[in-house]
């Protein structure tokens, strides 16, 4: 039987979009709550930071977005779209470049939100500050909110039959150990903090990390900075300066620092440094929502969760869109909402929660297996492109186009190995004629 729901959206950025429009395609009454006053979530570039660089002050006033002023998209413009949506192949009188600014990110976003009504569904300046079963039933949940709108704040308490969480996990550093750090005299910030280079000016800097921010922050510090120092965990690096750049050096991890400023490097190399800049991730962080343990953060793994979407014991009731990690991320988000959307609408059947719950046991087996440290639970190591048709399937959809997978593989090879530039030397003639060809076989 096809049953339409009341469903509570949490957070209006990529993922709750998705969700959102999903959600209505399949008949159910969508309420979106979003604590800003805009749609976009990380894509809105914030110029504010949080009150303490590093972000390790629980009391810290906290800025959601991450992203750094000069930021492109890691990804092609293909790959930035919806399945049924693509992102413009290149913007009326705008930038005609394969990898986009993070401006024709947002303004896509906004077209996305008021070409499908989804402006309409969200309360904007309404922070949740609690969610959680209604009289120990799945199918009630009670949202408390607290309004932003510059009117004094005020508590609003409403009911739901299901909730989606979508509110990112790009705000909450995590921190990489260093031995020493604690009397360490010089500056330490967290990637979700940075925004420009001018601060670094004439600076030595380290910046700890092998991830794309690591390499786009450290280029772009190195346009006013003395010298970088990227330090990174990955096994086999060695001490040198990087080809084709004047001032940046890579090194093995951090072993230690002091305090008159040195950091030691496990080599035995060491710099003395003004700042250190961590590119080392973030930390999921759900401070509303409360499900008396049955969901639970450990290491970096929500859990237990299937298919990184339902917690057995409270699906379809409660689900999550956007906690997985890699991959193409667009494509996944509208893929998984499909599902959520469809799942909720009755049309898509999940396992028992017996059965889930041992799917989830088993894909903890595998990874221990594999040696995949728990903290990389969500890294869709070794199903991302099965990930993808697992869920188009599981909706009833048909594969996404081969092209894109082939696409993303060959991003994600330039972005490890580190090509400098690799977003203007992209062909995108070559790929046209790629994704041309694979659409007429298919007429
Ligand atoms: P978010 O965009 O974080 O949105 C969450 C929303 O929830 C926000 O609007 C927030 O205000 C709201 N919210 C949070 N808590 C509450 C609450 N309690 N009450 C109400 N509202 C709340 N992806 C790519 O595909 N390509 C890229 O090039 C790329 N580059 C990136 C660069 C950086 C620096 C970062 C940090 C991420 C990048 N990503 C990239 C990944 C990016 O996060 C995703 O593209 C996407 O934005 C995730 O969307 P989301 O909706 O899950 O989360």
Redesign the pocket.
């Known amino acids: 039987m096809v049953q339409s729901l009341t469903v509570a959206v949490?957070?209006?950025?990529?993922?709750?979009?998705?969700a959102a429009r999903e959600l209505l395609r399949e008949g159910h009454t969508v309420v979106v709550?979003?604590?800003?006053d805009?749609?976009?979530?990380?894509?809105?570039y914030d110029p504010r930071t949080d009150s303490d660089p590093i972000g390790i002050d629980p009391t810290r006033e906290v800025v959601?977005?991450?992203?750094?002023l000069s930021?492109?998209?890691?990804?092609p413009r293909q790959?930035?779209g919806f399945l049924d949506y693509p992102f413009p192949e290149n913007r009326e009188n705008g930038d005609p470049r394969a990898?986009p600014g993070?401006e024709e990110?947002l303004w896509f976003l906004n077209k996305f939100a008021d070409d499908f009504g989804i402006r309409e569904l969200i309360r904007f300046n309404?922070?949740?500050?609690r969610i959680e079963r209604v009289d120990g039933r799945n199918d009630k949940w009670i949202i408390e909110?607290k309004s932003h709108d510059g009117g004094g704040d005020s508590l609003f308490q409403e009911f739901f039959q299901a909730v989606v969480v979508?509110?990112?996990?790009?705000?909450e550093p995590r921190i990489a150990q260093i031995p020493g750090i604690e009397k360490w005299s010089g500056y330490q910030i967290h990637?979700?903090n940075y925004r420009v280079p001018e601060p670094f000016r004439n600076q030595s800097v380290v910046v700890i990390g092998f991830g794309?921010?690591a390499f786009?922050i450290s280029r772009d510090i190195a346009t006013v900075a003395k010298e970088i120092h990227i330090s990174t965990r990955t096994p086999n690096v060695k001490t040198m300066k990087l080809a084709n750049h004047d001032s940046i050096w890579q090194h093995p991890m951090v072993k230690c620092v002091s305090e008159d400023g040195l950091i030691v490097f496990e080599d035995g190399s060491s710099v003395s440094a003004d700042a250190i800049c961590f590119c080392t991730g973030?930390k999921y962080n759900y401070?509303?929502l409360n499900t008396n343990g049955i969901v639970t953060i450990d290491d970096n793994r929500v859990g237990p969760l299937y298919k990184h979407v339902f917690p057995p014991a409270l699906a379809p009731w409660l689900s999550f869109?956007?906690i997985f990690e890699k991959g193409?991320?667009?494509q996944i988000?509208e893929l998984q909402s499909k599902w959520v959307a469809r799942v909720l609408s009755g049309k898509v059947v999940i396992p028992t929660e017996k059965e889930m719950t041992k799917y989830v046991e088993e894909y903890y087996q595998k990874l221990e297996k594999l040696g995949i440290p728990k903290h990389f639970t969500h890294y869709l190591h070794f199903e991302e492109v099965g990930y993808s048709q697992w869920l188009a399937e599981e909706s009833g959809l048909p594969p996404a186009d081969e092209w894109r997978e082939r696409m993303y593989a060959e991003t994600i090879k330039k972005v490890r190995n580190m090509e400098d530039g690799y977003r203007d030397q992209w062909d995108n003639a070559y790929w046209e004629t790629i994704i041309k060809s694979e659409s007429s076989h298919k007429i």
Request: charged residues 10%; contains cysteine.
């Open positions: 949490i957070g209006a950025g990529v993922a709750g979009l998705c709550f979003e604590k800003s805009q749609i976009g979530g990380t894509w809105r959601h977005g991450s992203l750094y930021l492109r998209t890691n990804l790959l930035m990898f993070h990110v309404r922070e949740v500050l909110s979508c509110s990112g996990h790009f705000t990637s979700h794309p921010s786009d973030y401070p509303f869109i956007g193409i991320i667009f988000l």
